[in-house]
């Protein structure tokens, strides 16, 4: 499906590069990974002044309504300068699921402090497509344990599933207060805001009882895709700088770029890049449009991402050579966020099943 962007993506992309550039604090991305539990809070700042916060969400709940792709590049600008927090994406995830499941008054109730970044939302969804224990849900209350959720430690509101008595799965909402313990969790991206839930009858309200399962695989491919687009941030901004520093550092007289190893491992990133970009768009419009083969493309989109997120990072440190592998050098930020990202929705393996799996029952 050809797609082309128009003015109002250019200018969105313009503004958003304009304002995380003046933003950028890389010295105070290296204090987050060092303090367990903390994020960017001038980035989620700027992303409530900017509007980004509302950017999916409807005009009557205080969004701008637009849609996910002009959130998707925005979330593609954020990964260019691997931010210190993930709740755009996270956000997202809880405000499509009142979206596609909430009632009215659920909407009304908690779409309009999603939009202008009072509250965070997070989603902890993987066991959709994994197995893993579930917390219990009876009588309206929530008891059990989840994680590491990103974005746990700040969150406000809370998408998960939960087990009933009768033994099957609900889709649920959680206002996180006291009856929520929190316990931050340390990890190789400190950013993300990680933390263990534990909940001890906390208020539930269930978004979805029909086809818990199949909603939760819904609402996770729709936010793969968001999440795409930011490790196509993180890939592109590795290959310019892989690209920038070939062209520069010299080593027998010449620039390194003019070397056969560099220039193919150059090359290879730029394709991976773009097989990505190609997957990534193909399934933003899927989200867009809401066809049948939405999961199947995002899945495809996610896997495709974490190969050219992971692969630039990587292959970008070692075209920097020894430089690159210390913490004065910013491409170990955008190595560590990769990483986090490639797991944070679920493992590629499980992807990788869900893609198959669509694939082989659209064929049959």
Known sequence: MAFLFDDDHRQIVQEAERVLSAGFSP?????????TGAVDDAFWSTCAEMGWTGIAIEEDH???????????????????????????????????????????????????????????????????????????????????AIGPVAAGLQAGLLVTLARTPEGSDALVLIELDASTRRTAVQT????????????????????NGADAGAASLDLMARVAVIVAFEQLGIAEACLDRARTFANEREAFGQPIGKFQAIKHRIAEMYVTNELARGA????????????????????????????????????????????????????????????????ELGAPAAWQDVVAGRVIGAAA
């Open 27 to 35: 010295e105070r991305l290296r204090d987050l990974l060092e303090t």
């Open 62 to 144: 205080g969004g701008l309504g637009l849609g996910p792709i002009e959130l998707g590049l925005t979330a593609q600008m954020a990964g260019r300068f691997a931010v210190g927090a993930p709740f755009l994406t996270t956000g997202f995830g809880v405000a499509e699921a009142l979206r596609l499941h909430g009632t009215d008054d659920l909407k009304s109730a908690h779409l309009p402090g999603l939009a202008d970044g009072s509250v965070i939302g997070a989603i902890w969804l993987t066991t959709a497509m994994e197995s893993g224990a579930l917390p219990t849900l009876a009588e309206g209350r929530l008891t059990g």
């Open 188 to 207: 190789f991206d400190n950013s993300r805001g990680y933390a263990d839930l534990t909940f001890d009858g906390a208020p539930a309200i269930v978004l």
């Open 280 to 343: 990534t768009l193909r399934a933003v419009l899927a989200v867009r449009d809401g066809t049948p083969d939405l999961i199947a493309l995002a899945g495809a989109a996610r896997l495709m991402a974490i190969d050219a997120a992971e692969f630039a990072a990587r292959e970008a440190i070692q075209t920097h050579g020894a430089i690159g592998i210390t913490w004065e050098h910013d491409l170990h930020l955008f190595y560590r966020r990769s990483r986090a990202l490639a797991l």
